[in-house]
């Protein structure tokens, strides 16, 4: 059983530009959810994605969207980035009210 | 809205000491909670969870109960390791909607 991987793992943009995250969900789970996590900060809702349909999203702008696939991955997209979208940003799978399995992470830094 | 009060950090003990981490909470209805480890350049891991009232999570040598009366659920270990360096969450959830957390804490062992 694969678990949650994310990719890139680092990647580095400069403000305005737009960047895409990536996830895999761990086999048989049909539920992700996004956080970003902030230099000495604690992980924060960015929204959660269930059989391909958003059902719940956190106080972040709608410059930040996401995509569910049929086989359950999904993408985070950022557009016009802010020097204050550096931080570390988490995909987490589940069942749909089990428990949530991070991935490691793609670390943003915006310049 | 809900919300997780975690002591402040960072947390520096002694090998074989003891260890608490204070955690508290509020939120409407009975969330689940939760403790998350994070250690260096990785993501997120669960280390222990309580569901209910007077539950006691427990996991690795670490413990934590879940107190309605304090709304508390504080971390604690008998004999902390240098391996158990890394940074601690506390984190509440209500039925299958996000995760809330803490703002970590950081603890360091030294041999």
């Known amino acids: 059983e694969t678990g949650v991987t994310q990719s890139p793992t680092h990647l580095i943009k400069t403000r305005g530009q737009q960047v895409t995250l990536r996830c895999s969900s761990q086999?048989?789970?049909?539920?992700v959810s996004w956080y970003q996590q902030a230099l000495g900060q604690g992980p924060q809702f960015i929204f959660q994605y269930y059989r391909e349909e958003e059902n719940g999203r956190g106080n972040f702008p709608p410059r930040f969207s996401g995509l569910q696939f049929p086989n359950y991955s999904s993408e985070l997209n950022v557009n016009a980035l802010e020097l204050d979208d550096s931080a570390l940003y988490l995909c987490?799978?589940?069942?749909?009210?089990?428990?949530?399995?991070f991935g490691e992470g793609s670390r943003l830094t915006v310049l | 809205g809900d919300s997780v009060t975690q002591m402040e950090g960072p947390v520096t003990l002694s090998e074989e000491a003891f260890l608490t981490i204070n955690c508290t909470y509020t939120a409407t209805g009975y969330p689940s909670l939760f403790w998350y480890v994070q250690y260096p350049g990785e993501g997120l891991q669960l280390l222990l969870k309580a569901t209910k009232a007077d539950d006691k999570g427990s996991n690795k040598g670490f413990e934590a109960t879940y107190r309605k009366e304090t709304t508390s659920f504080h971390l604690e270990k008998g004999s902390v390791q240098v391996s158990d360096s890394a940074v601690y969450f506390c984190a509440l959830r209500q039925g299958a909607q996000k995760l809330v957390f803490g703002q970590g804490t950081r603890l360091t062992i030294n041999p």
């Open positions: 987490a799978s589940s069942s749909a009210d089990g428990e949530l399995f």
């Open positions: 086999s048989g789970h049909n539920t």
